[in-house]
T-cell receptor
Framework: AQSVTQLDSHVSVSEGTPVLLRCNYS??????LFWYVQHPNKGLQLLLK??????LVKGINGFEAEFKKSETSFHLTKPSAHMSDAAEYFC?????????????FGAGTTVTVRA | DAGVIQSPRHEVTEMGQEVTLRCKPI?????LFWYRQTMMRGLELLIY????????DSGMPEDRFSAKMPNASFSTLKIQPSEPRDSAVYFC??????????????FGPGTRLTVL
């Protein structure tokens, strides 16, 4: 069965400094991996996705993530945080072998950005 | 495309009343998912459909919950009777499957349900 662990429930950064959100996954087969962002009182928006192409994936708003199979990780980074990045971030995995097209969501990481 | 559309955006009702949440998926998407989000339990998958047919409803909490998809452009999630513990944000999402892989799920804005 697939699962996702987001290693930090809360991350606080200063504006203009790098952001790192850590995600480890468990999957029996070749996974698809996603990062979603949820701003307060909003729905979930896709930041980026990995589906077995390039291991370094670039997303919207300057975010990127690197798929590392040997470490079963898919960490999300941004070189310079902006106030608008304050939100909750979800790491998500889908396992092709399960063949049921469910997604497994991490518990989420809340990001706060200090001025 | 307008994206996934949900209505109402907010619903306040009293315990015991029937509640119906509505969703219009993105045109052409053949998968539709209903989720519930609470502080305590995070995001939970309730049920999903493929080509209007329910595939997995194992996440539906109990018989008070039911979901239908009468056509490719409309789905409902009904709670009857509602209880205070059903208070949550309910999301609908739709997607395609591309070459056997789940593609991006696009989420609606959600319906915030409060049961008094």
């Amino acid at each position: 069965a697939q699962s996702v662990t987001q290693l930090d429930s809360h991350v606080s950064v200063s504006e203009g400094t790098p952001v790192l959100l850590r995600c480890n996954y468990s999957s029996s087969y070749s996974p698809s991996l996603f990062w979603y962002v949820q701003h307060p009182n909003k729905g979930l928006q896709l930041l980026l996705k990995y589906t077995s192409a390039a291991t370094l994936v670039k997303g919207i708003n300057g975010f990127e993530a690197e798929f590392k199979k040997s470490e079963t990780s898919f960490h999300l980074t941004k070189p310079s945080a902006h106030m608008s990045d304050a939100a909750e971030y979800f790491c998500v995995v889908s396992d092709l072998r399960s063949n049921d097209y469910k997604l497994s969501f991490g518990a989420g990481t809340t990001v706060t950005v200090r001025a | 495309d307008a994206g996934v559309i949900q209505s109402p955006r907010h619903e306040v009702t009293e315990m015991g009343q029937e509640v119906t949440l509505r969703c219009k998926p993105i045109s052409g998407h053949d998968y539709l998912f209903w989720y519930r989000q609470t502080m305590m339990r995070g995001l939970e998958l309730l049920i999903y459909f493929n080509n209007n047919v329910p595939i997995d409803d194992s996440g539906m909490p109990e018989d008070r919950f039911s979901a239908k998809m009468p056509n490719a452009s409309f789905s409902t999630l009904k709670i009857q009777p509602s209880e205070p513990r059903d208070s949550a944000v309910y999301f609908c999402a739709s997607s395609l499957v591309n070459r056997g892989r789940i593609d991006t799920q696009y989420f609606g804005p959600g319906t915030r349900l409060t049961v008094l």
